[in-house]
């Protein structure tokens, strides 16, 4: 938390929910009195994106994320989903470099790159997500993962002044979906890399204005103590994302920081 940076929580609902439940879930938050000082943002599968666009509509203030995206506008490459048409469904933000898309989709730091950078063009907000395997942490060598992974996704995007458009997640791979969240501690020494990895490449200005959200198993009963850390700008849900009361009762817990 920090007065210079607005915090973020983001639901991430994977490839969970269809028309009907998307709609309803966020009709149900665009009702809801969520807290003013945290940003809310929500991102269903592909082609629900437009109803939740228009169920979010009454509220104003709920974003709407993609939670992948190609890097060209229009051509000849099928099944992708480009910058343009997700601003043509009313997308606000875009995921890009989540784990589970480098583990089974092939996302490498180069293609992570080309997203982030595309989704800039197009005034889109970027979540960008790193965070180490668990061999990884167990190894001592997270530190230079990290620093690897936002060094190779941002290094060709260097704003000219400080850009509020660039987020970024950590999600340590051990703690997604398995119930174990990382500590409040470890998620804080992770998240103070990550910001002098965000120095290091986009300068301090930068580094001090980007959100670093935490993911991982997080719940409504450790989203407090998380957020509660100096570096920890709120929280990336997958799961308790997908449910009206565990999702907004994190972003009441992540409120009671700022
Ligand atoms: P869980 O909250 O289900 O652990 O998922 C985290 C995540 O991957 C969000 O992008």
Redesign the pocket.
């Known amino acids: 938390m920090s007065a210079s940076r607005t915090p973020c929580v983001?639901g991430?609902w994977?490839l969970h929910h269809g028309r009907a439940q998307a709609t309803q879930l966020a009709s149900a938050l665009a009702q809801a009195p969520l807290a003013p000082s945290v940003e809310v943002v929500v991102?269903p599968v592909f082609t629900c994106l437009s109803a939740v666009n228009d169920a979010l509509a009454p509220s104003h203030r709920i974003g709407l994320a993609a939670q992948h995206v190609h890097w060209e506008d229009e051509g000849a490459f099928t099944g992708e989903v480009g910058p343009a048409h997700l601003v043509d469904v009313g997308c606000t933000h875009g995921?890009v470099g989540?784990?589970?898309r480098r583990q089974h989709f092939g996302d490498s730091d180069e293609r992570v790159a080309k997203r982030v950078r595309a989704l800039l063009q197009h005034h889109l907000k970027v979540i960008l997500?790193v965070g180490e395997t668990q061999q990884q942490r167990a190894s001592g060598s997270y530190g230079d993962v990290l620093r690897q992974q936002i060094r190779a996704a941002l290094a060709g995007c260097a704003p000219s002044a400080p850009n509020p458009s660039i987020l970024v997640?950590y999600?340590p791979i051990w703690?997604?979906?398995?119930?174990l969240?990382a500590t409040p501690e470890d998620a804080q020494e992770a998240h103070a890399i990550v910001r002098n990895a965000l120095a290091d490449t986009l300068g301090a200005e930068q580094a001090e204005i980007s959100p670093i959200l935490y993911?991982?198993?997080?719940?409504p009963e450790n989203a407090q103590a998380l957020t509660a850390q100096p570096d920890v700008d709120g929280a990336?849900?997958?799961?308790?994302?997908l449910r009206f009361e565990s999702f907004t009762d994190i972003i009441a817990a992540v409120a009671l920081n700022y």
């Open positions: 983001a991430n994977k991102a995921i989540h784990s589970e997500c997640a999600e703690a997604i979906g398995t119930g969240a993911g991982g198993s997080v719940k990336l849900v997958g799961g308790a994302s």
